[in-house]
Antibody, heavy 116, light 107 residues
């Protein structure tokens, strides 16, 4: 079955960087678009970024554009989210999500805390 | 960006009763609308896509309807496992956006 396992979360100071990873299995990763979404503590869901299966298109939420970069390593079935210039409002659980053609399957998430 | 507005914020329903949740888009999203269920401490789960198509494994008591800017999620007879928060989300164009959620609680 489809499995998505996020890692790389933790505590980082404002202005710092963090790279999240998502290990995918149970489906043909190279043929699937992938997303990141997030949820601040006690708040609702926010879509963050999308990467097309062939990497020809990437889209970002306005709140992260220019600071976050989505990428993938197809040889390792892994999705990444490079987060730079982090702000306290980026504190959230970050979810890796398989596209088909909406947010079909979600990982369990990894918590990122931006605090001094 | 398209703003998604859900109502009500909280819905109190008795088990076995019908629940009707609403979602409104600030501009047309055609039928590019999905619904998700989230239980405490869990990741969201896809229920409905294309406004009315149930995702794999979703019980028939969940149904979606609507197009354009007005959408509805109906749970025909609430089971205990259905008490959760429900989100609508459009995928009509980028950026995708979610509604703020409707919490369905036990009355």
């Amino acid at each position: 079955q489809v499995q998505l396992v996020e890692s790389g979360g933790g505590v980082v100071q404002p202005g710092g960087s963090l790279r999240l990873s998502c290990a995918a299995s149970g489906f043909t990763f190279s043929s699937s678009g992938m997303h990141w979404a997030r949820q601040a503590p006690g708040k609702g869901l926010e879509w963050v970024a999308f990467l097309q299966y062939d990497e020809r298109n990437k889209f970002y939420a306005d709140s992260v554009r220019g600071r976050f970069t989505i990428s993938r390593d197809t040889s390792k079935n892994t999705l990444f989210l490079q987060m730079n210039s982090l702000r306290p409002e980026d504190t959230a659980v970050y979810y890796c999500v398989k596209d088909n053609p909406v947010l079909e399957v979600w990982g369990q998430g990894t918590l990122v805390t931006v605090s001094s | 960006e398209i703003v998604m507005t859900q109502s009500p914020a909280t819905l109190s329903v008795s088990p076995g009763e019908r629940a009707t949740l609403s979602c409104r888009a600030s501009q047309t999203v055609r039928t590019n609308l999905a619904w998700y269920q989230q239980k405490p401490g869990q990741a969201p789960r896809l229920l409905i896509y294309k406004a009315s198509t149930r995702a794999t494994g979703i019980p028939a008591r969940f149904s979606g309807s609507g197009s354009g800017t007005e959408f509805t999620l109906t749970i025909s007879s609430l089971q205990f496992e259905d008490f959760a928060v429900y989100y609508c989300q459009h995928n009509n164009n980028w950026p995708w956006t979610f509604g703020q959620g409707t919490k369905v609680e036990i009355k």
